[in-house]
């Protein structure tokens, strides 16, 4: 049963440090850049203030587990690749 689980957390593995190898920030930035938004954009459709997203975005600080669930969600990535 071992074996069967090994490719599972390969992969997970694999995604875990994919996302961490870069910033906040920089995985934000993809992020955005990726769906054309801007960070206005993003502030309001996600609900999250535009003074955290640029503050994210200058790696002042790492979102808040509010914002980053907020983030996740809207971008359907794990909230934790934000941190």
Known sequence: MAESNQPTRDKK??????YHQFSAGDLLRALLKSRNLTSAELAESAKVSHSAIADI??????????????????????????Y
Do not use: W
Request: proline letters at 9%; aromatic letters at 12%.
């Open 13 to 18: 593995s694999s995604l875990y440090e994919a």
């Open 57 to 82: 975005l200058a790696g002042r600080r790492r979102p808040p587990r509010k914002a980053a669930k907020a983030l996740g969600v809207f971008f359907k990535v794990d909230p934790a690749a934000f």
